[in-house]
């Protein structure tokens, strides 16, 4: 899987698009049953780009993978 990520680099953009909002069942079993199969860091990529799409808004600003790695304070491999 770490051959992919050569591919993308922190200049390149991104877009958040969501198709629902979702509730607070769905947010409990996402961190509670998959947290620990993924990870905390999953989550927390997950979290971070569905926070960047406020309220009514399906669509993020397009951002660059540098202001992901930033925000997470993580590598992009």
Known sequence: MAATWKYVRPID??????????DAF???????????LIGPEAIS?????FSETDGD?????????????KAMALPLD
């Open 45 to 49: 990529l997950y979290f971070t780009l």
């Open 57 to 69: 808004r399906r669509y993020s600003v397009e951002k660059q993978h540098h202001w992901l790695m």
């Open 13 to 22: 953009r991104y877009k958040v698009r969501i198709m629902d909002q979702p």
């Open 26 to 36: 769905q947010l409990k079993v996402l961190s509670q049953l998959y947290q620990p």
